[in-house]
T-cell receptor, first 112, second 110 residues
Framework: NAGVMQNPRHLVRRRGQEARLRCSPMKGHSHVYWYRQLPEEGLKFMVYLQKENIIDESGMPKERFSAEFPKEGPSILRIQQVVRGDSAAYFC??????????FGQGTRLTVV | RKEVEQDPGPFNVPEGATVAFNCTYSNSASQSFFWYRQDCRKEPKLLMSVYSSGNEDGRFTAQLNRASQYISLLIRDSKLSDSATYLCVVTLSGNTPLVFGKGTRLSVIA
C-alpha cells in the first residue's frame, strides 16, 4: 500500500503563473487535507475535502486558491497568478475516516 | 486563545534524559488527539494517538487530561534521533479538520 503521493516535489513558477499541486491519497482513504507551511512556522490548515465535496475551506485564501478532489484521480490544489508570498511547502494528508491522517512528502513551491 | 498551544522550546536535553511536553487545547468538545513528529524540511509523521486511558509505545508515553484540557508526551531515555519538532494535533468529531499546534522543538545532545 503506497503512501500519500504528492507531485511535483519541487515547483518553480514565475509571478503571475499558475501552480497545480497534486495529491494521491492512500488506497482506501476518502478524506484529504491540505496544509501550508512557511519556513520556521507551523502547519496552517487550508482545506479539507472528501470525494467530490469540499467540507471545510476556512483556511483557504478567498482569491486565487482552489481545491478539488474528484471522484476519479488525485486531489488538486490550484494557485492562480502566484505571488512571492505563496512560496511555501504544501503538504497533503489523507485519512480513511475521522482519525489519524498520513502525510505526503510535500510540494515545495518557489515563486520567482 | 489559540485552539492548540504548545511551548515552542527549544528543549535541549542530554542523551538518556527524560523530557515531557504539554499541549493545551481550547475546545472542550475535542474528541481525538495525536502527537506527530516533524524532522527539518520533512513531512509530519504520526507518532501516536492519545487515548483517554493514556498509552505507551516503547520509550514514549502519551496522556490526556480532559478536565484541564491538555495532552502530554513523555520521552524516556532520549536518543539523538529523537531530535525533531513534536506537533500536537486535535480534532473534533465529525467533518472537522485536524488542528495542529506550532510544535515543540527538541534537541538531544550527546
Amino acid at each position: 500500500n503506497a503512501g500519500v503521493m504528492q507531485n511535483p516535489r519541487h515547483l518553480v513558477r514565475r509571478r503571475g503563473q499558475e501552480a497545480r499541486l497534486r495529491c494521491s491519497p492512500m488506497k482506501g482513504h476518502s478524506h484529504v487535507y491540505w496544509y501550508r507551511q512557511l519556513p520556521e512556522e507551523g502547519l496552517k490548515f487550508m482545506v479539507y475535502l472528501q470525494k467530490e465535496n469540499i467540507i471545510d475551506e476556512s483556511g483557504m485564501p478567498k482569491e486565487r486558491f482552489s481545491a478539488e478532489f474528484p471522484k476519479e484521480g488525485p486531489s488538486i490544489l490550484r494557485i492562480q497568478q502566484v505571488v512571492r508570498g505563496d512560496s511555501a511547502a504544501y503538504f497533503c494528508a489523507s485519512s480513511p475516516d475521522y482519525t489519524e491522517a498520513f502525510f505526503g512528502q510535500g510540494t515545495r513551491l518557489t515563486v520567482v | 486563545r489559540k485552539e492548540v498551544e504548545q511551548d515552542p522550546g527549544p528543549f535541549n536535553v542530554p542523551e538518556g534524559a527524560t523530557v515531557a511536553f504539554n499541549c493545551t487545547y481550547s475546545n472542550s468538545a475535542s474528541q481525538s488527539f495525536f502527537w506527530y513528529r516533524q524532522d527539518c524540511r520533512k513531512e509530519p509523521k504520526l507518532l501516536m494517538s492519545v487515548y483517554s486511558s493514556g498509552n505507551e509505545d516503547g520509550r514514549f508515553t502519551a496522556q490526556l487530561n480532559r478536565a484541564s484540557q491538555y495532552i502530554s508526551l513523555l520521552i524516556r531515555d532520549s536518543k539523538l534521533s529523537d531530535s525533531a519538532t513534536y506537533l500536537c494535533v486535535v480534532t473534533l468529531s465529525g467533518n472537522t479538520p485536524l488542528v495542529f499546534g506550532k510544535g515543540t522543538r527538541l534537541s538531544v545532545i550527546a
